[in-house]
């Protein structure tokens, strides 16, 4: 299973979309790796800044419709490249969502109010988030919350069986071939 | 309780049901492109699995970047055509016989009702006008489907659309989906599939029923659905006359997929167009419209009109007859990209594409390029584009240029203005001929 705990970047914005994650001019790449310095590239958001941001980042946190657009697989890849395996937001983009689970990645859907909750907890904090898979909860930590002290806070989330099992299996290529 | 067409593709085709609302669906048809095909292939052979699951239901294009720009685009060519020949894919399209898929693999009669279709390219949406269940995916999944001819799909619901009235003149299909995409919003169908219904969508010929459902998965839905009838039959009657006795046989067959009377729905949304003007979208997202009249004046660096929205024959007689004999604005690029080699043809012997050189245009190859910022026309930081595409994202057709997504009729009218602006009226000065 890949790695679903670390540093969490809170973008605060819906529908970024694939091509703000990963442009089109790079989809003429034939390797994952070429993807990596290029993530989110096109995304323009105040206090945002490509590159420097999302490193050292292993979980993003969004708001509604991430991943809208294009059905590139460069958009999960982009992220995986740059060790970030799991994107918590409202909801995502079908093609985009099943994508992640595809290889083995995490999208992981919460209410609007609890995603408000953790925005204004730990968005702009130094935030490390510690995902149990097995129970389905995420523990969000941070040293220096809004009011000065440590905030500590965990949410569960619901996954279907499937994308439980390709998570297991680490992608859909490993649990089609064994089954079909 | 009965059943809709996207519930009856699926019971057919059901070979698997991972948990409650997952289904694993066999499919008819595998689509590939260039651009997210290769790194499956790849991938396949790093596995040990170089191998596809019916040479005969797997079709592929290099269409978005073609002829290839550059050496890593050259190298996406090579990949798919040694892949082809290796696996003896006949129905391969490369230079001189290839176009954008979501207008070629129609024309060539690849899509029938009753289907199940992926690719991966998220506008596969376009083939639900015929009755199928077309849905882009990801690499992985079309990887999946390559070597096993299977895809999962969550078991979407389904909204009805069903558009009533008169269409205005000057009023086109490109109009009643920007129009339906700012009603729901860009994911107000996501996880759902939308059946395009009503009487304008009757009578709407398979080119224009295509413009609708490509831009389905702009307001987020899986596909764009379209009911079979006697429109689909006669478009499909050459690629199908041998396999029924006659047109009636062959509609027969089809209206089994139809949606039953009473099916469930999610949502339904009436939309009369009788009203309806000619609209342009306005910033990054697709769902944000205006009225040309509202945008009017807003000057533009670039016309583009082709691509799988609006790139086939009916696209470009449309704009043909706002452009014959008027000249574009000279600060305006004009550029044409007929979608597949049968539209440029027939564009040819129906001195289309004579009357767009005329005006100012450049004619390119077939290819999906411009419309993604990919090749055939980037634009530049700070540039506009008036463009017959489906996208406006932010970078979409190139880094720091904006996008406004409208019909062929209004990019044509804008193009010779050199500003967002209505195309004349019949009879209007300036507006020509009845010729096509």
């Known amino acids: ?99 992640m689970f595809n290889g083995g990645m995490l999208a992981v859907e919460l ?70 | 309780m009965g059943k809709t067409l996207t519930e009856k593709i699926f019971e057919t085709h059901e070979i698997d049901k991972p948990d409650e609302k ?47 720009k550059d050496t890593k685009t050259a190298a996406q060519g090579k990949i798919m055509r040694e892949w082809a020949r290796r696996h003896n894919i006949r129905d391969f399209f490369d230079i001189g016989r290839n176009g954008v898929c979501h207008a070629l693999f129609p024309e060539q009669g690849f899509v029938r009702p009753g289907y199940t279709i992926i690719m991966g390219d998220s506008h596969t949406c376009t083939h639900g006008a015929f009755g199928a269940f077309a849905a882009g995916v990801g690499t992985t999944d079309l990887e999946v489907g390559i070597l096993k001819g299977v895809c999962a799909f969550r078991m979407p619901e389904t909204m009805k659309i069903e558009v009533t009235g008169t269409l205005p003149e000057g009023v086109y299909a490109k109009d009643v989906i920007l129009k339906i995409i700012g009603e729901l919003g860009v994911n107000g169908a996501t996880n759902k599939v939308i059946e395009f219904t009503g ?70 949304l009436h939309i009369d167009v009788s009203s309806l003007e000619p609209l342009v979208t306005v910033g990054y997202k697709p769902d944000n419209i205006k009225t040309v009249r509202e945008a009017e004046g807003t000057v533009v660096d670039q016309v583009y009109i082709g691509s799988c ?65 990919m090749s055939n026309g980037v634009l530049a930081p700070g540039e506009v584009a008036a463009s017959t595409t489906n996208r406006n994202f932010n970078g979409r057709m190139g880094k720091g240029g904006m996008v406004h997504l409208m019909s062929p009729a209004t990019a044509a009218a804008t193009a010779v203005a050199g500003h967002i602006t209505n195309a004349p009226a019949a009879g209007e000065q300036g507006a020509t001929n009845e010729k096509f």
């Open chain 1, 1 to 99: 299973m890949k790695n679903f705990n670390g540093r969490v970047l809170f973008l605060d914005r819906s529908d970024i979309n694939t091509d703000e994650i990963i442009p089109a001019k790079y989809l003429t790449e034939i390797s994952k790796e070429a993807l990596a310095p290029h993530l989110l590239e096109d995304l323009e958001l105040e206090g945002f800044t490509p590159g420097k941001d999302t490193e050292g980042i292993s979980i993003i946190v969004t708001r509604e419709n991430f991943g809208s657009g294009s059905s590139r697989e460069h958009a999960p890849w982009a992220l995986e490249m740059n060790g970030i395996n799991m994107v918590v937001a409202v909801n995502f983009a079908r093609i985009f969502r099943q994508n």
């Open chain 1, 111 to 180: 209410d609007p109010e609890t995603i408000e909750e953790l925005f204004q907890a730990f968005a702009g904090t130094e935030c490390t988030g510690k995902t149990d898979f097995e129970k389905g909860t995420i523990t969000f930590h941070t040293e220096n919350g809004p009011a000065g002290s440590a905030v500590e806070r965990t949410v569960s989330f619901d996954l279907y069986d499937f994308q439980r099992e390709l998570i297991r299996a680490g992608g859909w290529v490993e649990y089609a071939d064994s089954r079909y």
């Open chain 2, 22 to 68: 997952t289904r694993v669906l066999t499919l008819d048809a595998v689509f590939c492109h260039e651009i997210t095909t290769p790194i499956a292939i790849n991938d396949l052979i790093s596995r040990g699995k170089d191998r596809v699951f019916d040479p005969e239901k797997i079709k592929a294009v290099i269409d978005h970047v073609t002829p290839a």
């Open chain 2, 199 to 268: 009487p304008i969508v009757d009578a709407m010929s398979m080119e224009a029923r295509m413009t609708l459902s490509n831009m389905a998965v702009e307001a987020g839905a899986t596909s764009g659905i379209i009911m079979p009838d006697e429109t689909t039959v006669d478009y499909l009657w050459p690629y199908i006359k041998d396999d029924f006795e006659n047109k009636e046989t062959a509609l027969a067959e089809y209206r089994r997929w139809i949606s039953d009377e009473d099916a469930a729905y999610a949502d339904e």
């Open chain 2, 309 to 373: 929205t609006n790139g086939r024959i009916e696209d470009l007689r449309e704009a043909a007859r706002v452009l014959a004999g008027r000249k574009i604005a000279d600060s305006v690029r004009g550029i044409l990209s007929p979608a597949t080699p049968s539209v440029y043809s027939k564009a040819l012997e129906e001195g289309i594409i004579k009357i767009f050189m005329d005006s100012g245009f450049v004619v390119t190859n077939p290819t999906c390029g411009a419309c993604l910022g």
